[in-house]
């Protein structure tokens, strides 16, 4: 189904994860959903912002939000932690009208009524495509991968906002991975926190944290860790780089897993720190 | 001595009914970060009840938390304490209490390149919350590797309406 929506890159599909803004275009574009980047869009202040000033979030989601909403597209951000800042406050300010009113007193002469919805990768995909054509649509055979689907923290825990799918056991990337043909294992950190931030101001934490991820999908024999978050992906990828001297596997974004389903290999190979050979030995042609 | 007021200002604060509270330790058993804490989410919890304010305000945990919110998702009295901990940050940091800055200095250094570029330039960052923690050399090989494999960019990435981004900023915080 065709559709056009307003993109948010957000800062790290623009600088540390290139290669998954590249992956998206190419499968989005494979089935008709035009992206139309948000006319000079700014960060959207991430966890920082609403530590140091709640308002000051709130604000900088805001100035996004009022522009996807000028150009009359529904928000789509590949990056979770700006879906999460884009939606949290777009509700809030579609049930609060005094928080609307000071959030357009800060971002004037933009303004936004919160008149569209804020999509993640998953559910553009699920809206968009949907399960029966992507798996219709495979062109290699990717039953040989072992995965597991990492979802990471913010995409679904919300307090005040209720969040597109289960907060604690979200199954929505799992049927999307079953659909491009993959053994997709059961597991029990779909949620697990990989450190976010804390990789600069506290290393070790990230190291102890990604490392039981990284260690709980080798015990249960995964061949690949799979994500739609950039940063997620980035802690994990740079487990070599933070200490980590045992084995360690290859993390994929989501769209990179349709790339193998529809081309067998990935346009950002080279741009992953573990190495993806592994895996890629692994797709057969259908 | 307990300031018996604390709880009412930390529940006006954050709007959550923090009284509601039974302990039952379901947030401290999903906490990622309880190794790096020096007491747990649900005694926290307790000291804000009881008007420990001290405890609460000069303690490490606060600044340990990563703010991933499986305690608040998972509080069977709906209390969102990863909100509580964001607060705490705030007023401790307000009245000079804080015990760890470095997230908070971070933090603020990330939201300086925002309001001076419109976007995150990481470089800038990063140098700059090097240069205060004067650990330079730390991780210059994890940079290097990013660096080699295109994933840590050299230029700042400017806004059109930085005029608009700094109003923003200012309108928002009250400054």
Redesign the interface.
């Known amino acids: 189904m065709a559709a056009t929506l307003a993109y948010y890159p957000g800062?790290s599909l623009?600088?540390?994860?290139?290669f998954y803004e590249a992956s998206i275009q190419k499968i989005f574009g494979r089935y008709g959903i035009t992206l139309k980047e948000i006319e000079?869009?700014?960060?959207c202040?991430?966890?920082?912002?609403?530590?140091?000033?709640?308002?000051?979030g709130?604000?900088?989601a805001a100035?996004n939000l009022a522009l996807a909403e000028k150009a009359e597209y529904d928000l789509f951000a590949p990056c979770s932690a700006c879906y999460n800042r884009a939606k949290v406050t777009n509700e809030m300010i579609r049930s609060d009208s005094a928080l609307q009113a000071e959030?357009n007193?800060?971002?004037?002469p933009?303004q936004t009524s919160a008149a569209i919805e804020v999509k993640n990768i998953i559910e553009v995909l699920d809206d968009y495509v949907g399960v029966e054509v992507l798996a219709k649509d495979r062109k290699y055979d990717l039953s040989a991968l072992k995965v597991v689907p990492y979802y990471g923290?913010?995409l679904t825990?919300?307090?005040?906002v209720k969040p597109y799918d289960d907060?604690?056991n979200p199954e929505s990337m799992d049927r999307l991975l079953f659909a491009a043909g993959l053994e997709v294992l059961r597991w029990p950190f779909k949620?697990?926190?990989c450190?976010?931030?804390?990789t600069?101001?506290?290393?070790d934490?990230t190291l102890?944290?990604s490392n039981r991820i990284m260690d709980m999908a080798i015990t249960l024999g995964a061949d690949a860790i799979i994500t739609p978050c950039p940063l997620c992906q980035?802690n994990l990828d740079?487990l070599p780089?933070?200490g980590r001297t045992k084995e360690s596997l290859p993390v994929l974004f989501l769209s990179e897993v349709f790339e193998l389903a529809l081309y067998g290999k990935m346009l950002g190979t080279?741009?992953?720190?573990i190495g993806a050979d592994k895996i890629l030995i692994k797709v057969r042609e259908a | 001595m307990n300031d018996l007021g604390f709880l009412k200002e930390m529940e006006r604060k954050t709007g959550e009914n923090i009284s509601a509270c039974y302990q039952c330790y379901r947030c401290t058993n999903g906490c990622?970060?309880l190794?790096?804490m020096d007491f747990s989410p649900h005694r926290l919890i307790r000291y804000v009840i009881l008007g420990e304010r001290e405890k609460a305000l000069t303690s490490k945990m606060i600044w340990?938390c990563?703010?991933?919110?499986?305690c608040?998702?998972?509080c069977p009295n709906d209390i969102?304490i990863?909100?509580v901990i964001?607060t705490l940050?705030?007023i401790a940091v307000k009245e000079g209490k804080a015990k760890d800055m470095?997230?908070?200095t971070?933090?603020?250094y990330?939201?300086d390149s925002?309001k001076k570029h419109?976007?995150?330039y990481?470089m800038e960052t990063?140098l700059k919350?090097k240069m205060a923690k004067k650990n330079f050399f730390?991780?210059t090989?994890?940079g290097m590797?990013?660096m080699l494999?295109?994933?840590?960019?050299l230029f700042p990435?400017n806004?059109?309406?930085k005029r608009?981004?700094k109003?923003?900023?200012e309108?928002?915080?009250g400054e």
């Open positions: 800062c623009k600088s540390s994860s290139k000079d869009w700014s960060c202040g991430a966890s920082a912002g609403h530590t140091i000033d709640e308002r000051l709130h604000a900088l100035r959030m007193r800060a971002i004037e933009l923290c913010v825990r919300m307090m005040r907060k604690e949620m697990e926190c450190g976010a931030s804390k600069l101001t506290n290393k934490m102890r944290l980035m740079l780089a933070l080279s741009s992953h720190m | 990622p970060a190794p790096e340990s990563l703010q991933c919110t499986t608040s998702v998972r969102d990863a909100l964001d940050r705030k470095d997230t908070w971070f933090d603020k990330f939201l925002v419109g976007r995150l990481e990063i919350y730390e991780d090989k994890m590797n990013m494999k295109g994933r840590m960019g990435h806004i059109k309406d608009g981004m109003a923003l900023f309108k928002a915080r």
